[in-house]
């Protein structure tokens, strides 16, 4: 049966290169489709890192020199500093706050790319700069790599030692030990950035952490998490002049109307200095603000590529379609000499599915170059390349192979209702 499908491939070999032309460019277009899907809902659903529920920034407004509830004595740097401390230890005391700190550019879903350089004798890694004081992790919900918890996490902070997430090594052109390995050595690493008093300050080395991704969009996950105020710069200007955001948790059983709560706090109680809260907005806000562009562009590429596939389901469906009604002679002379309607159908679509499966591999070809060469370097393109291409190749041969069988099926089902006698007397 096999010989003799072979065979007639090779006799009809004319048509079957154009078909096979078809099969390869289809594939090809298909596969990008599909490894566009893969690798952006792979990267969607993967872990943050964090966790956002219940989380809320406050926007504190530093009120002007102008303004008659201006306080000149909070003006220098230790008053200022000393204000928003304050602001943090009466934000802890209320019963719906979990936990409270300020940090600069650090939150989920800020938009910063400030960068951080560090290094180790003579081997540097860049990773993203994250200040924060030591509740930060709390807030989020931050892990160690060796299942530490936020708690023990916000301890080391307080201790002044630097976080550094479990990927940072990779930031390293050259070998860089991992932080673990850092870490259980007891060893420093240095800033390069940077000088006081003419050299490199250096930080001690705390637990390495689960990385944090940038965004639900994007796997960006390695950085640097440090007290400022704590590694070698005067604390009160380090206090003032770096930490630009103030973040808070709130314990599940309060969180609701804790915006409207926190505002009607806001003219006493947390008025402390110049600093009065104007604004307090939910990180699921914030979150969904953020990412907005990212997903109008991921939902209009979506739709492209959902009209694109339909129209080569449409084409290969109508390609074997008018392939197969070509062939309403060939199936009544098949049915004259005892051929079964199962024994027919299957030699149609084992037609069409091996010729599919031998241009599958030079289709599988072209993929691994278009990889290779970054042409789908969009966004989480980079998971996994060879379980990738395999899933995305397989999902493609599967969809062709359901238009192709589709196609077959059912002008085919219609030629058999067709008398042999009737169907050879058709002039085609």
Known sequence: MKKK??????????????????????????????????????????????????????????????????????????????????????????????????????????????????????????????????????????????????????????????LLSDNFSSSSREPLPSVRELKDAGKKIHYVDYKINGEHPEAQIGSALVPVRYDEFSDWSAFALQDVCRDGFHPDKAMVWYYNELTVRVRPEHDHDIAAKLMAAAPDYLHVGNNLLTNVSSLDDIRRNFQRSTTTQLRNYSAGMGFMMINIFLGLLGTFWFRTQQRVNEIAIRRVNGATRRGIFGRLIGEGVLLLALVTPLAVAADCLLTHYDICAYYGAHHSTALRIAVCAGTSFVLMALMVIAGIWFPARRAMRIEPAQALSIDN
């Open 5 to 162: 499908l072979l065979r007639q491939m090779l006799n009809e070999w004319r048509t079957n290169v154009w078909l096979a032309l078809e099969f390869l460019v289809v594939s090809v277009v298909l596969w990008y489709i599909c490894d566009y899907f893969y690798a952006s809902m792979r990267t969607y659903f993967a872990p943050l890192g964090f966790e956002y529920d219940h989380c809320y920034e406050l926007t504190m407004y530093d009120i002007p020199e102008t303004s008659p509830e201006y306080r000149p004595e909070y003006a220098n740097d230790s008053a200022q500093s000393e204000a928003f401390r304050e602001i943090l230890r009466r934000l802890k005391q209320m019963p719906e706050i979990e936990a409270a700190a300020y940090s600069n550019n650090a939150r989920p879903f800020n938009g910063s790319n400030s960068g951080i350089t560090m290094g180790y004798d003579s081997v540097t890694g860049n990773a993203l700069r994250r200040f924060a004081t030591p509740d930060f992790p709390i807030i989020y919900r931050y892990r160690g790599a060796n299942g530490e918890s936020p708690e023990e996490l916000a301890a080391q902070l307080e201790e002044g030692k630097m």
